[in-house]
C-alpha cells in the first residue's frame, strides 16, 4: 500500500508544474493569433497597395489619354485646309493655273482601267475547290444510297 502512494505522490505533479502548463498553453496562444493577426495584416497591406498603384496608373493613363486628345485637336486644326493654304501662301505658294500644268509622259506606264464587275464581262475561270469540298450534304448522302443499292 505504501508503495501505491509513493506512485501516486510521484505521479501527481506539483502545483508549480500545472502552473507552467496552463501559462505555457496561454502564451502558445498568443503567439498563434498574434501570427495569424500578422498575415492578415501583411495581405490587406498589400492589397491596398495594389490599389494605390491601380489608382495612380488609372490616373496616368486618363492623364496621357488627355494629351492625346490635346494633341489630335491641333493636329486637325494645323492640317485643316484653310491652315494648310495659309500656311502655303505664307511660304510662297500659290494654286496653279492651266498655263503652269506641266504632263509628263512615262514610257512603260499603263493606265489602269475601271474594274468591270458585271457578269458579261467574266471570263469563266476554273474553280479552285475540288468537287468533294463543294457537295453538299444532302448530295452526298444521296450518291451514297445510289451507290449502295447498285451492288450486289
Known sequence: ?????????????????????????????????????????????????SGRQIQILSAEIDRNKQVNADMETELAGLTASESMQARAEELGFHPASTDEITYVA??????????????????????????????????????QMTASGAQP
Open 1 to 49: 500500500m505504501e508503495n501505491i502512494t509513493q506512485i501516486v505522490q510521484k505521479v501527481r505533479q506539483a502545483p508549480w508544474r500545472v502552473q507552467r502548463q496552463w501559462i505555457g498553453l496561454l502564451l502558445l496562444g498568443l503567439v498563434l493569433v498574434a501570427m495569424v493577426a500578422g498575415v492578415y495584416l501583411n495581405v490587406t497591406t498589400r492589397a491596398s497597395i
Open 106 to 143: 512615262v514610257a512603260g506606264y499603263v493606265d489602269n482601267s475601271p474594274a468591270n464587275l458585271s457578269t458579261q464581262a467574266a471570263s469563266p475561270q476554273p474553280s479552285l475547290l475540288k468537287p468533294e469540298y463543294s457537295e453538299t450534304l444532302f448530295d452526298w448522302f444521296t450518291r
